[in-house]
């Protein structure tokens, strides 16, 4: 640190290099500005020596060696700045007596060596925007993202902040073409100051690049732990359901039972329901969902398969003190793990004492957190180890963007300061620029305490060999190494858990032979490779000496995963549900189960589980021990409430509870119908003369789902379920004969809540109106019903006449989502 005509000027150095060149700094506030004409009084130093355990990150076990310098300025007011240097890099903050009214702006800046080459990203809310490659002076007139990487002469320096909280605005770098200065600009036009105040940490983390990239730099300057008891904090890989079943999966209890399945079945820990599940059919927000929710039946089906549910939640669902005690204290007695939450979109010191106050709130009832839409991380993960990680990443959601050279940046830009919520193996992505060995390698390239995987079940069933990789992989480190690299063209990592170092490796471009440095500790390893073959993944296992090459072939955009160990073989016992099946099947009201398994199992129960209300006649099937080969079967007649409160199709799920409550279970659907007097008729039950729906056949008894016969849903409209009906789309029509008996028909019509499948996808609801035609003469017309409209009932006589037409046509606001149901279509006839 230098003063330079009464500016504060600080410079960084690494051995010959000068990778930080004379920055001024300074602060002014209302009513004071200590940017200019100070002069030193004073300095001290002392030496900071800190341990601590990290629940998630590059390591776990962490030492703490800072050289502290307090220089304290006299000028308009006292100005006390803080200089700390370690091994991995350089930081200061400013601390200010109270009384100097809010804090309006810093003139701190970072002075960069013309010629350095840049990796930055421009700046937006929610840190979503791809990093390139630049020049540090020449780099385009804008505002830039925390971190910010530069390389001068091989030495490399990240810019960012640490320790930001509620007393702060967050920043970002300010940059005029031309200049190598790198100014800080708040987020706010001022930062509200009640007493003294600190300013977050300006870091650079400086040194090789495996230094930068290795570094825990950022964290290390944070507060210490708030958090006493972190042993509920368990890292760990996540089935995610947002790519993997979109916006139609957060309102599925039936595709979260098949996600968690899966999880179940390779031993991953965590199940995460993303948005969706609190708004109704039509993707409104649904005001009951708290009373009314699937999500406790979800939580107690994956419990029973050893998973936890983590949800999704938007930031404005917790956004007042009475929303997050109320909704936090309900979700830990739904017995949620986690939190992802969202859209916070803003780095205010507003947003950040929002920060503030719902870190402690989901610690006290043990909720591990996924920020989404959110800030980086300034040291988050030391001071609130219960966050796992949070995404502000251009990362695997993005349709665009995602090239190899952003993705090959990241681990040196975003990924050095700490969990970053990628999202990797989305395989069915269209838009995935990687190999699939390159998004495999993924999973060990960036860290996160939550590792939050996107593919579907049948992509990764297609990769067998990627599914043995990463039911393998963890999620936390002890220690992490770089083994080859270079931002924006390639990363290669190798991270330890316990005694197996797991290595990643990315490219971008062009196919190419690869040269990658086994610097591993001493002695000879089994390496167990997974690489991109002619017609896919491909494994194999080399033996490798500490210190030799390992040479490898990639394809474009490729890369490797590998696993490292000394034994026979780097593969250890995956803690999984022992893969059983169960078969149900159901003919009217009987419903059939049997349990079958390819491992020995234990004290094993077969039963249908029926919802509230209905009872099942027949005593559960037990046994002491079945073994593969053999199986256990029942039949039961299940038996609906004397009133039912609903009618249609219910999935009576066959329960087979063994190995002291492991649970697995298959459907069987049972169709209840509501009963007609004698003299009424269903339309459904009776034969027409022609048939015609704008999008695939009409069906019976259950929705026009599509082009297709049988693809659609029991109707329900407005989420009103019905035992019988007409299911269509506009425009259509449905002839019947009538004879001389027959006097009335009924029906309650509406756009079938099928249609929220759509409004779901693509955002758009329908409209229809419903006619009923008595030979050619229009006897009833329900007007222009849209998603919203509430179920209309029509009662028509239909006395003389001889031919009856449904009519829906098209409500004409342009929009093909016109599912319509004549729910419940009766005649009488005497």
């Known amino acids: 640190m230098t003063l330079s005509n009464g500016v504060p000027m600080l410079s960084v150095t ?7 060149e004379a920055s001024p700094l300074g602060v002014v506030t209302e009513r004071a500005d200590l940017s200019t004409g100070l002069r030193l009084t004073g300095r001290t130093e002392r030496r900071v020596v800190e341990h601590y355990t990290a629940s998630s990150g590059k390591q776990r076990q962490r030492t703490v060696v800072h050289k502290e310098e307090r220089y304290s300025f006299a000028g308009a007011a006292r100005l006390d700045l803080v200089v700390r240097t370690a091994r991995d ?18 003139t ?101 690049l495996a230094d930068v990239s290795t570094s825990t730099f950022v964290d290390d300057l944070a507060p210490r732990s708030r958090v006493r008891d972190t042993s509920w904090i368990k890292p760990g890989k996540v089935f995610w359901s947002w790519l993997a079943g979109g916006r139609e999966a957060g309102q599925s209890l039936a595709m979260q039972k098949q996600y968690v399945d899966y999880a179940a079945a390779h031993g991953w820990p ?98 591990l957190v996924n920020f989404h839409g959110s800030t980086i991380p300034h040291g988050i993960h030391r001071t609130w180890p219960h966050v796992m990680t949070m995404e502000a990443v251009h990362g695997g959601e993005k349709s665009s963007g995602l090239t190899g050279s952003h993705l090959t940046a990241l681990p040196f830009t975003r990924g050095v300061v700490g969990g970053m919520d990628y999202t990797p193996l989305a395989w069915h992505r269209p838009s995935r620029t990687t190999s699939d060995a390159h998004e495999l390698a993924l999973t060990v390239i960036y860290e996160s305490g939550l590792a939050n995987l996107a593919g579907r079940p049948e992509d990764y069933a297609a990769r067998p060999v990627a599914e043995r990789f990463v039911d393998q992989v963890p999620t936390a480190w002890d220690e992490t190494r770089l083994l080859s690299g270079r931002p924006a063209d390639h990363s290669v990592f190798a991270r330890r858990s316990g005694d197996r170092w797991f290595i990643g490796g990315g490219y971008s471009g062009a196919a190419r032979t690869v040269s990658v440095p086994f610097d591993l500790p001493s002695g000879r390893w089994r390496v167990e490779i997974t690489r991109d073959g002619p017609a896919g993944l491909v ?58 398994t390819r491992e020995d199992v234990r004290n094993v129960t077969l039963a249908p589980r029926v919802p509230a209300g209905w009872s099942v006649q027949g005593a559960p099937v037990k046994a002491r021990s079945v073994r593969p080969g053999q199986a256990l079967s029942g039949t039961w007649t299940v038996v609906p409430p004397a009133q039912p409160s609903s009618y249609g199709y219910f999935d009576i799920p066959v329960v087979a509870s063994f190995n002291g409550g492991v649970e697995a279970e298959k459907t069987a659907r049972v169709h209840l119908v509501k009963p007609l007097s004698d003299s009424w008729s269903y339309l459904s039950d009776r034969p027409w003369v022609s048939a015609s729906g704008g999008d ?37 029509e449905i002839t019947y004969k009538l004879d001389s008996r027959c006097t009335a028909f009924a029906a309650s019509v509406g756009v079938d ?40 009932d029509l009662a028509v006589d239909v006395t003389g006449v001889s031919t009856l037409t449904l009519r829906v046509l098209d409500g004409g606001d342009g929009v093909v989502n016109d599912h319509a149901s004549w729910a419940d279509a009766r005649i009488r006839c005497s």
């Open 14 to 20: 690494r051995g010959a290099t000068t990778v930080l």
């Open 89 to 106: 890099g350089v930081a200061y903050r400013y601390e200010l007596p109270a009384g100097l009214g809010n804090v309006l702006r810093e």
């Open 108 to 208: 701190s800046a970072f002075v960069v060596p013309s010629a350095s080459t840049a990796w930055i990203a421009k700046y937006r809310r929610d840190y979503e925007n791809p990093f390139v490659q630049t020049n540090a002076a020449t780099a385009e007139t804008a505002e830039y993202l925390h971190p910010a990487l530069f390389e001068t002469n091989g030495v490399y320096s990240l810019l960012t902040e640490s320790a930001v909280d509620g007393r702060h605005s967050g920043a970002r770098l300010v940059h005029t073409a031309g200049s190598p200065s790198y100014a800080i600009k708040y987020w706010d036009e001022q930062v509200v100051v009640d007493g003294p105040w600190q300013s977050p940490w300006r870091t650079a983390v400086v040194g090789s």
């Open 270 to 367: 965590y199940a995460l329901v993303d948005a969706g599940w609190y708004f109704d059919p039509n993707w409104d927000y649904d005001p009951s969902w708290e009373k009314t929710s699937w999500i406790p039946d979800l939580v107690a089906y994956a419990a029973a398969r050893g998973v936890k549910i983590h949800l999704w939640i938007h930031y404005d669902e917790l956004d007042t003190p009475e929303e997050s005690a109320a909704r936090l204290a309900l979700f830990e007695r739904w017995g949620i793990a986690g939190v992802k939450i969202d859209f916070m979109d803003s780095d205010g010191q507003d947003r950040n004492r929002w920060y503030d106050r719902i870190l402690p709130e989901t610690a006290a009832h043990k909720l």
């Open 539 to 596: 494994r194999e296992v080399r033996n490798v000496r500490a210190g030799d090459v390992l040479t490898l072939d990639v394809a474009a955009n490729g890369g490797f995963a590998a696993i490292a160990c000394r034994g026979s073989s780097c593969e250890r016992p995956v803690r999984a549900v022992p893969p059983t099946s169960v078969s149900a099947s159901a003919r009217g009201f009987a419903v059939t189960g049997l349990f079958q």
């Open 696 to 732: 695939g056949p009409v069906e019976k008894d259950i929705t026009n789902g599509g082009a297709s016969a049988g693809d659609g849903r029991g109707i329900a409209i407005r989420r009103v379920t019905y035992g019988k009906g007409l299911g269509t789309h506009a425009s259509s």
């Open 753 to 792: 809540d099928e249609a929220g499948l759509d409004v779901a996808r693509q955002r758009t609801g329908g409209t229809v109106s419903f006619q009923v035609l008595g030979d050619g003469v229009v006897l009833s017309d329900s007007g222009v019903l849209g998603v919203r409209t509430p179920v209309r």
